[in-house]
């Protein structure tokens, strides 16, 4: 042993003592849990189910836990969490892998890094994590040394960061005071001639105790935190061999308890649809198409009209009456008759318009109104119909009539029914994706009244195990059909909430407030039809 590898150590066993003496949490357990890799496969009883982000591949592969990326996407990244153990807040412990890294980042966009990551048990977006990187972000020259992040709520609270060491091959170790809720984090450069850790950060999780950051994860006593080793790069191709994790050691583990989840965030795809019968709930209608038979008055005209009902709810009518003609002697009539909106609660159809031209050859002239709520109700005997109110005032002949609040009770006419659409849903896809440890990610597909399907880009969002989502808001997404951006449709959601149950994520709530045809309603998200 040289006299800089002696100097080094005594250093090391300097600090590590003055730290005990001052109730550093550097006891030792007894190691409850290990893995050194050496079978090449995976054991199932330590370790659960990769959380893949990108394109990340982790794989026990000669005798060593090898993380790679043949096809980056940018951030890419692998957690895989230790499932035999978990740790406590109300005791001390460690965790500890030995780090190796041999990639080359060479522009200002490329990092690489594998280590530890501490998740609460309340929410993935509250981690701390551990790592030896190879860097090369903000440009050349590559730097190589040990850093650490604490976050909550996904915000970074503080870091330690050690510069560049130049280092390849080390190993990262986090140890938890119980009695103070520190995270203390150490590194070795050389870990091939025993353990000499020496510590570079401190950082509390109950507001005070850390020299380098302090936050507030309300944690309680009965708490446990769940761990994952991990590789990540950005930007940048990863070979194997290039870097892995090996000699894995927990000390002070416990034996899991309560339902926390597998993976930080959950993830999957969760399908909502409105109840089309469930009169409570404010409905958004669609009413286009054909209607057609004669008319429930004494002169019993004919008629066939085309309805159009656009984005904004408003409606156009296109087609041809018995005895009627427009300007000129034109059969067919085209007019805007109104919109279609939600008045207290209801969709109704708001409609008024005017006609200049002749009925049964006789110049007539006509503007009207009426508010008739946009529902299929019995109107006597059995009968569907619609029921509401309107005013009008008309010139035929020269001859005036008119009438103001006229109550309008009409039976539907044939196909009528059919064309009253109410039924829609959206679709939400929740992924994790993000720098070294999972962040959720959600989009959504709407599929509207009237078929029409809008897809909304997925976007970062913050998620609690206690509080879930707190709003997600959908806008601006592009309408498959058009191929265009609908910036009349608006869904957002708040208080989403989930629960892991029997190997699953499960919406358990919700609010949602939806826009979209001209109307708008606010629902229970447990009210909806639940799909995949």
């Known amino acids: 042993m040289n006299i800089l590898s002696t100097l080094r150590r005594s250093i090391a066993i300097f600090l590590m003592i003055g730290l005990i003496e001052a109730g550093g949490g550097l ?17 199932n009883t330590k370790w659960g189910t990769d959380v893949v982000s990108g394109g990340g591949v982790m794989s026990e592969t000669n005798q060593r836990l090898e993380y790679f990326c043949s096809i980056p996407t940018g951030d890419d990244d692998v957690n895989r969490p230790w499932i035999l153990t978990r740790m406590p807040y109300n ?9 190796f890294n041999f990639t080359a980042p060479n522009n200002a966009l490329q990092v690489s890094s594998s280590g530890i990551l501490v998740v609460s048990p309340h929410s993935g977006n509250d981690n701390f994590t551990a790592e030896l990187y190879a860097s090369s972000l903000g440009g050349p020259p590559q730097r190589n040394g040990f850093f650490s992040e604490l976050d909550t709520g996904g915000i970074n609270i503080g870091t330690a960061d050690t510069g560049g060491f130049g280092v390849t091959s080390a190993a990262v170790r986090i140890e938890f005071d119980a009695t103070l809720k520190v995270f203390s984090v150490f590194y070795d450069v050389d870990p091939s001639n025993g353990y000499a850790f020496i510590p570079y950060g401190f950082f509390g999780i109950a507001g005070v105790g850390g020299a380098n950051a302090n936050t507030n994860w309300g944690l309680s006593s009965a708490d446990q935190f769940s761990i994952y080793v991990y590789g990540f790069s950005a930007a940048m191709i990863v070979t194997p061999g290039q870097m892995y994790n090996d000699n894995f050691v927990e000390t002070g583990g416990v034996t899991p308890t309560g339902p926390p989840p597998p993976i930080p965030v959950p993830t999957g795809g969760f399908g909502f649809g409105f109840p089309v019968n469930n009169p409570l709930l404010t409905a958004i209608v669609f009413l286009s198409g054909n209607f057609h038979g004669v008319t429930p008055t004494s002169s019993q005209r004919n008629y066939s009209i085309d309805v159009a009902q656009d984005e904004t709810g408003k409606l156009m009518t296109m087609g041809t009456m018995d005895g009627i003609a427009g300007p000129g002697g034109n059969p067919q009539i085209a007019s805007s008759v109104g919109s279609i909106k939600t008045v207290n609660g209801d969709p109704t159809a708001q409609l008024n318009g005017s006609f200049n031209g002749t009925r049964d050859g006789v110049a007539t002239t006509f503007t009207g109104m009426a508010q008739v709520p946009a529902e299929v109700v019995d109107v006597g005997g059995g009968t569907d119909g619609v029921s509401g109110t309107g005013s009008y005032s008309s010139m035929i002949g020269g001859v005036p009539f008119s009438e103001s609040n006229l109550p309008i009770q009409l039976a539907a006419p044939p196909g009528a029914v059919d064309n009253l659409h109410k039924d829609w849903s959206i679709h939400l896809d929740l992924t994790a994706k993000g720098k070294k440890k999972p962040k959720s990610q959600v989009g959504a597909t709407l599929t509207l009244p009237n078929g029409d399907v809008i897809v909304f880009k997925k976007k970062n969002a913050s998620f609690s195990t206690v509080g879930g989502f707190a709003a997600l808001t959908f806008s601006n997404g592009k309408n ?4 265009k951006k609908d910036k009349m449709t608006t869904v957002t959601i708040t208080g989403l909430t989930f629960a892991f149950q029997n190997g699953a994520w499960h919406a358990t709530g919700g609010t949602i407030i939806y826009s979209f045809l001209g109307q708008q309603g606010t629902a229970n998200l447990a009210d909806f039809t639940v799909g995949p």
Request: charge should be negative; glycine fraction near 4%; hydrophobic fraction near 35%.
């Open 27 to 43: 006891t030792r357990a007894f190691a409850n849990g290990t893995d050194d890799f050496n079978d090449n496969i995976k054991d």
């Open 91 to 99: 005791a001390n412990w460690s965790v500890q892998v030995d780090v």
């Open 480 to 483: 498959s059909r058009t191929n």
